[in-house]
DNA sequence: TACAATTTGTCCGTATGTATC
DNA sequence: TGATACATACGGACAAATTGT
């Protein structure tokens, strides 16, 4: 690793307060340099990159740095490990769901401090659903209201037997029906921080068909349509639910 | 591995389990253990691990092994380490501006795909940043304001020689001013993403001059309290840009 | 200023598990 | 069945960085 050039790493924030980082080793250099090309597209989705071996000499490292090089791009979902001939490290493929995946469980770590509240959780949902709803009434296609209406008339409570592994979360439906994509990655994490955070012992039977109500009514106004309706439902539904989050749900 | 009965240990080979289709590796038992402990709290913020030799000897592997499941956690920004005597891995403290990085990476990744189209993050937008123009004109104390009014006067062009660190994008700020991190995380890296994807070079001095124009209108609404127009004029802006961005702005 | 102690960083060599041909 | 090519894992050694004496 020769090239060192930027020995002080300017506009990074100085967050850790009593410890700088005067060198950068050379595993997150060789990472670095390795996620910059990714993301430029230098190196696609499903390239295979040099064996361990080949890609330490071609950084002018050892094969043990160039592994740690790649355990950090493997953490963070940029690349692929495979074993066997035919093996190798290759570029993943974007997955949405990852991103979903990783946004909650950092906000999962947040949520605990604070710096974030669950009512500011409650607050952004309340600015994303409604408008999500709307667009949803606006767009949503024969398949799409099919969706919707499935997730809406699906029981809740978890005594089915049968496997049933299909059914999603109501909210996760309806902002995936908007048909854009940025709308799920803002509102899906928040939906799965607040339903891990909710003690659902606490709420009554009869709230829970109230709930199920609010989605079969959202889910035919979007099915029929009706924009406006469907954001007013939404919102006064997620006005209603917040009230049931405040009064029973969390730790902190 | 102790803790994971199924473990594949090197020496010895488990033949009689047939149905294990994927097995984790042992720096990833390691890592998720790790983590497992820290988002549960058992490892609270702060807290030195020990040193990477006893670290490997307390999960029964070797001490490469247990650092490459420390780099796993390091790349997550769960751990920090650092070298020398009163060195060692840290478990860091939950940092906004660090998930608000991840996730841009990862929309950076995402808007190369046919899955995330610029139109959906410029639609995003155009649904959280007005309502955020209002919490804040709503919200905002006389710190805050003034704040904003300074991101709003900051001249744009980045002839300024010097420092100058201390500017932060008006709609960053704006963000922050409604006093609700979500809404931060959820705006700020859709803001990154178009920012580091917008050919400045195609937008003429004046147009840049109309867009402070409007960040100042926009500031004054705030700083006087005047939700409505702070939203609307918001609303306003975000229009005009998005003709912006799709006339000059992007490869894809 | 020099030196020692501690911990991560880096390297090498070797062996083993795994998947494909 | 065996050969091949790759990741995985081990253990030991030394280098570099940081802090205290």
Redesign the pocket.
Known sequence: ?PPQPPAATPGTAPVAH????????????VADELRTQILAGTLPAGTR?????E??RAF?????????A??VL?SQHLVE?????????FVSEPDPARVVEDVGSALGVLVMTPQLHVSDLLEARLLLEPAAARLAAQRADAETVEAVRNAAAAHRDARDPSGFVGHLDFHTTLLMATGNLMLTLMGQPVNDVLRTRLRREGVEAHEWDKVDACHREIAEHVAEGRADDAEAAMRDHLVELRGLYEREGFWT
Not at 49 to 53: D, F, H, M, Y
Not at 60 to 68: D, I, K, L, P
């Open positions: 690793m009593l410890r700088v980082q005067r060198v950068r080793p050379a595993y997150r250099q990159l040099p064996n361990e071996g890609l330490g002018g490292v050892s094969r043990s740095t160039a592994r740690e790649l355990r493997s490990t495979h074993r066997g001939v035919q093996g190798g490290t």
